[in-house]
């Protein structure tokens, strides 16, 4: 059993920089594949990145990819996801996630957290 907890969210002016943190509560927290969502209103949950439980590896949507980053801290229980040159496009609810490897779709992850607010100002 993992428990995730998001932090970090906020309002920012476009152009900005965020850096989002998800805690992780489990032992066994580095055997896990760990990921980003995000859903904005109307649309569905969407992939954002992901990490490989070394961290040696990682994932991005196409529409991130060069903007934003995800890390990982094993001793610390923590996956990040730093968020720069951010447009309006980005606002949404931005959710972590862990699953048994590091996909690119909302049913490869086990364990979810409640979700941090990122919104993008023009």
């Known amino acids: 059993q993992v428990q995730l907890v998001e932090s970090g969210g906020g309002l920012v002016q476009a152009g900005g920089s965020l850096r989002l943190s998800c805690a992780a509560s489990?032992?066994?927290?580095?055997?896990?594949?760990m990921g980003w969502f995000r859903q904005a209103p109307g649309k569905e949950r969407e992939f954002v990145a992901a990490?490989?439980?070394?961290?040696?590896?990682?994932n991005y949507a196409d529409s991130v990819k060069g903007r934003f980053t995800i890390s990982r801290d094993n001793a610390k229980n923590t996956v990040g996801l730093q968020l720069n040159s951010l447009k309006p496009e980005d606002t949404a609810v931005y959710y972590c996630?862990?699953?048994?490897?590091?996909?690119?779709?909302?049913?490869?992850?086990?364990?979810w957290g409640q979700g941090t607010q990122v919104t993008v100002s023009s």
């Open positions: 996630a862990a699953g048994a490897s590091y996909v690119d779709y909302v049913g490869g992850y086990d364990y």
């Open positions: 489990g032992r066994t927290f580095s055997s896990y594949g």
């Open positions: 990490i490989s439980w070394s961290g040696g590896s990682a």
